[in-house]
């Protein structure tokens, strides 16, 4: 099994129950919906069909919506899209009309307040790029520095604009309810500014029975400005450099992946990177030498995730980009375990001291003692979390009776994730410990594995004593660390 998690964006290449099924059986641990597209009924129809698969195969896998968040866009362009040529010049009209290459409007007529003269506006990923040369209230007046195609619905980016405006549209909120009711296990927030908007997006979410987990995108140069607080703020946060590479410099964007995913190590967060990793894959059936460096890459800089797009959404081979990403993933990590590369947790202030000693210690043990494993009871996932970001080199099962938790397991780095009853005493426990992994084939009788557990088991954040155990021995457990 590969320690990196591979999260699978749903579309029309991928969302019959046979492709479901195929990309799991590769090595998807979290599927998608992407709500930029399609309708809630489609990804309705998507959701149950994971349902179905996931229960018929027996295995837990999360499923992650992603808000659309304020994302400008061209209206409705005439024959739905024109070429502007470098010179061109087009206004952008506050009033919603059918563009042309004379004028064009966008979802945000707000836009033609905020931008002023200088401020560039970037069409589709850049691809076609204006520049204001003047302003009214009524239309902005640019010309065309880098021509292109203009589609209707294409993105528009505006890094020199300070846009004021809710990091939640109306639609977010509609489709954040409705994860809610679907009870999807992460929550992806677009265009994240600072922290106050995972604040406003946690305000709209059950302050009980909540099960949801909040993932911070970093797109802006605002976010770039705020890493700290954002990562505190989320639960995860995902390195999305579609349109960071086109509101920053693109020179920059490795650099500031590297400094999320050592921020996300320190306070003990998922780092998810996401965009183009295999984008050739859309139309061929292997991955560029560059591509398969990048997500080789991005596993060396402690990602705990890596997600496909297109590659998996409308690609012509969605399969074999998923089973591409595992064999680069499996390699990568032979390499550092190899090379004695694995950390250990970093202590953060953050973190709950007696959880983050017992981390340490298990990873000590399991590496001193070469444990088959690590398996961790865990009441919310906190602790596999933390285990997951030591990198061990072996598997961490992480042990809870809460399907939801076991699914929120499915976003850690070298977590399986097994759903099991609690026993009180301790010889029970491991007994059901031993059962567990010699009947899911994760260990057999004999091999030494480090047992994570708390002794008051209805207390969050109780998790504070390591065993030593021989799987399918006396099941009496040799306690190490108590507390």
Not at 99 to 117: C, H, Q
């Amino acid at each position: 099994m590969i320690h990196t998690r591979i999260i699978a964006t749903i579309g029309p290449a991928s969302d019959s129950s046979e492709k479901l099924g195929q990309l799991i059986d590769a090595g998807v641990n979290v599927f998608r919906l992407n709500f930029s597209h399609g309708e809630l009924a489609q990804h309705a129809v998507a959701l149950e069909r994971i349902k179905a698969v996931r229960a018929q195969r027996g295995v837990h896998v999360a499923v992650m919506g992603d808000l659309c968040g304020p994302k400008i866009r061209v209206d409705t362009v005439e024959g739905g899209s024109f070429m502007l040529m470098p010179g061109d010049r087009i206004e952008v009209v506050r009033e919603h009309v059918a563009g042309t290459r004379e004028r064009i409007s966008t979802n945000r007529p707000e836009l033609v307040g905020e931008a002023k003269a200088g401020h560039r506006l970037l069409i589709d990923d850049g691809n076609v790029r204006l520049r204001v040369e003047s302003t009214s209230g009524k239309s902005l007046q640019c010309m065309c520095e880098v021509g292109g195609a203009v589609s209707s619905r294409k993105g528009v980016n505006v890094p020199d604009t300070d846009l004021v405006m809710s990091a939640l549209t109306d639609k977010d909120r509609t489709d954040l309810a409705w994860a809610m009711e679907n009870q999807l296990d992460y929550i992806a927030m677009s265009f994240v500014r600072t922290a106050a908007d995972l604040r406003e997006l946690r305000d709209l979410m059950p302050l009980s029975n909540c099960e949801s987990r909040v993932v911070a995108k970093i797109e802006t140069p605002q976010a770039a400005r705020h890493l700290e607080e954002i990562i505190e703020s989320a639960d995860a946060v995902l390195v999305a450099r579609g349109d960071m590479g086109v509101e920053m410099e693109l020179a920059q964007v490795p650099i500031i992946q590297k400094r999320i995913t050592r921020l996300c190590r320190k306070a003990g967060k998922p780092a998810i990177i996401a965009t183009q990793m295999l984008q050739s894959m859309v139309s061929s059936p292997t991955a560029t030498r560059a591509e398969v460096s990048d997500v080789a890459n991005a596993i060396l800089d402690s990602a705990d995730a890596v997600m496909l797009s297109a590659e998996t959404s409308v690609g012509k081979y969605p399969v074999e980009s998923v089973a591409m990403m595992a064999s680069i993933a499996a390699e990568t990590e032979s390499f550092v375990d190899e090379a004695g590369e694995a950390g250990q947790v970093d202590v953060s202030a953050s973190l709950r001291p007696v959880a983050t000693a017992v981390a340490h210690g298990a990873a000590l043990l399991a590496r001193e003692l070469h444990a088959k494993l690590v398996a961790v009871w865990t009441q919310t996932g906190n602790t596999a979390r933390l285990l997951s970001k030591s990198r061990l080199g072996v598997p961490v099962v992480g042990l809870s009776p809460d399907e939801h938790v076991c699914r929120r397991m499915c976003m850690y780095y070298g977590v399986r994730p097994f759903q099991l009853a609690r026993k009180e005493r301790i010889t029970e426990m491991l007994r059901d410990v031993d059962e567990a992994l010699l009947s899911h084939g994760a260990a057999k009788r004999g091999d030494l594995i480090v047992v994570v557990a708390g002794t008051r088991l209805k207390e969050v954040g109780a998790t504070n004593a390591l065993l030593i155990h021989l799987v399918g021995g006396t099941a009496d457990g040799m306690p190490v660390i108590t507390g």
